[in-house]
């Protein structure tokens, strides 16, 4: 009997044992593993671009547009819009701040936001944008349809890959307009496309990679033509207010600005050399010494001709060739004269070396040519003293210089504007040599405090 029961229940564990192997997960070292692609580092860049350009191809005027995982918003209060993942598009109304994720292959992200933006530019051009791309670790507070006071900070986090773009913003502005933002509490007037950095407590720089920039701060304008750059103190109590005046133009860090995302900008753009390191002004000859990257071969230093005194400037719809034309010269010699590589990169208001006998005798319709030495301006103001609520107007008079700027705007040697300032101010007439150098005069007006009334003292009864 007991024999029995014990092959009884011997039976019924194997049967039990049989239903718990068969209930049981299979093993999972009998099956194939499946695991997810992970990206190298430059594959992660070409995707999230492809991705960005894709996604983010319908935004339109003062939208910003979630380009690249990741991105953290923070949206004004009782905001209807979502912004938590890619392809979503956001009224910048409803944006306090964005901040974008730096690329990190481990995390396999890399934050890109893409901004539409009105600026200054009017009403009347509602498919003129201002273009703003941010992206990899950096922030920007403050946004409004007018950046009219935004807040820049970009990250120093390094990857393992070389190529990776550094964290910046690049802001584009439509082709043939100008438009102004305050970043930082700088002003810049920008008829190009221009490429940020702010380094909290460090410094912020402004490099130009096409056009023109007009960069302001603390009474000082600097002009940074493209393959310049100016750099500002930071400080205050966020480590990130412009803090002293931009540093005279210098060098842009060509293999920096060449790894920025340039393709998702409206306008695709090439990037030229940096200016001169020996003269580091934005007007004048071209290159010299060019900053390149380590994967390219070093390019020999060029000096440009000095037996050729005479400037010429570069005027709106000018090329090359045609200037050669102008001076009985060929293309060649002119590029040789002046260390140019590329006669297709040149700029408005850039200074050429020409020879001097040819330019006395050059046709009327050619740009004047300026003496060696530039004149005085003679900035002046029918009155300096004005009560509130009157108006004056400053006067210059400046010839054989390169350009001149009143208040961060392009005008004439000869010229005036009309005033009519709230409080005293200081105006700053900027004048650029043919050499390239950049010199501010500035002028007072002081305005008289308004006359205030007292009461009458009663006296005890």
């Known amino acids: ?95 306090k701040q964005l901040t974008t994720a730096p690329l990190d292959t481990a995390s396999q992200v890399w934050g890109i936001a893409v901004l539409k933006v009105q600026a200054n530019l009017p009403d009347t051009l509602p498919g003129q944008n201002v273009t703003v791309l941010l992206y990899g670790d950096a922030t920007l507070e403050g946004v409004t349809p007018q950046m009219k006071a935004v807040t820049l900070r970009t990250g ?48 912020m720089t402004i490099a130009t990679i096409e056009g023109q920039a007009i960069i302001s701060a603390f009474n000082t304008t600097r002009i940074a033509q493209a393959g310049a750059q100016v750099r500002l103190p930071l400080g205050g109590a966020d480590n990130l207010q412009v803090v002293g005046a931009p540093s005279e133009p210098e060098p842009f860090d060509v293999q920096a600005v060449s790894q920025a995302p340039i393709p998702l900008l409206e306008r695709n753009v090439s990037i030229g050399p940096a200016i001169s390191t020996t003269n580091q002004q934005p007007a004048a000859t071209n290159t010299t010494t060019i900053s390149i990257p380590a994967t ?33 010269l060929t293309l060649a010699q002119l590029q040789q004269a002046n260390c140019i590589s590329d006669p297709n990169l040149i700029q408005v208001g850039q200074s050429l070396r020409v020879p001097f006998q040819l330019a006395t005798s050059a046709p009327a319709t050619t740009a004047p040519v300026g003496s060696p030495t530039p004149t005085d301006p003679n900035l002046r103001a029918d009155n300096t003293f004005l009560k509130p609520g009157e108006c004056t107007t400053i006067r210059w008079d400046v010839a054989n210089v390169s350009q001149v700027y009143f208040e961060g705007q392009p005008t ?50």
């Open 1 to 95: 009997m007991m024999r029995i029961r014990f092959i009884v229940l011997v039976g019924l564990f194997a049967l039990l044992a049989g239903c718990n192997l068969a209930s049981s997960p299979a093993d999972t070292t009998l099956q194939p593993e499946t695991t997810e692609t992970v990206l190298t580092c430059d594959q992660l860049v070409t995707t999230a671009l492809e991705t960005a350009d894709q996604a983010c191809s319908k935004v339109g005027r003062n939208q910003a547009c979630y380009g690249n995982s990741l991105i953290d918003a923070e949206l004004q209060e009782n905001s209807p819009d979502v912004f938590n993942k890619v392809g979503n598009i956001a009224n910048l109304f409803s944006i």
């Open 296 to 328: 390219t071969a070093v390019q020999t230093a060029c000096t440009p001709r000095a037996d050729w005194t005479a400037p010429y400037v570069i005027q709106r719809g000018d090329t090359l060739f045609a200037v050669a034309q102008r001076f009985n």
């Open 156 to 203: 120093v986090s390094s990857t393992a890959c070389a190529s990776a773009p550094k964290a910046a913003m690049l802001v584009q502005s439509p082709e043939g307009t100008q438009a102004t933002l305050t970043v930082n509490g700088a002003t810049v007037t920008l008829g190009s496309t221009l490429y940020f950095t702010a380094d909290a407590g460090t410094e």
């Open 412 to 461: 004439v040697g000869s010229s005036t504007q009309q005033v009519c300032p709230a409080t005293s101010s200081t105006y700053t007439l900027l004048v650029i040599h043919p050499d390239g150098k950049q010199i501010p005069y500035t002028l007072r007006i002081e305005v008289a405090l308004p006359a205030t009334t007292e009461e009458p003292t009663k006296r005890g009864g």
